[in-house]
């Protein structure tokens, strides 16, 4: 199973990306996704995760902005995220049934 990761970019502060997550196999479907990040110098910290019954949760520093979703037709799991500050900088990862993607960069200018 692979889990590939993407959509990140430059944005300013203010705006809006939406991060994917396609996995190789139908682990989405059976299992819960999670977003983390990590802005550089910091440890890894929960984002966002999306349960198999569609129930999610998020951190207190996004609740409001971000928005994760799944399509399980397209193995696909996003993470909108509007209202972008720069402190939401950073590498951002999902993950599911122990499996790792490879991170994608954010970075938010002021």
């Known amino acids: 199973v692979q889990l590939q990761a993407s959509g990140g970019g430059l944005v300013q502060a203010g705006g809006s990306l939406r991060l994917s997550c396609a996995a190789s196999?139908?682990?989405?479907?059976?299992?819960?996704v999670t977003w983390h990040r990590q802005a550089p110098g910091n440890r890894r910290e929960f984002v966002a995760i999306i349960f198999s019954s569609g129930t999610t949760n998020y951190a207190d520093s996004v609740k409001g902005r971000f928005t994760i979703s799944r399509d399980n037709a397209k193995k696909t799991v996003y993470l909108q995220m509007n209202s972008l500050k720069p402190e939401d900088t950073g590498v951002y990862y999902c993950?599911?049934?122990?499996?790792w993607g490879q991170g994608t960069l954010v970075t938010v200018s002021s």
């Open positions: 196999g139908s682990i989405f479907s059976f299992n819960p």
């Open positions: 993950t599911s049934a122990g499996y």
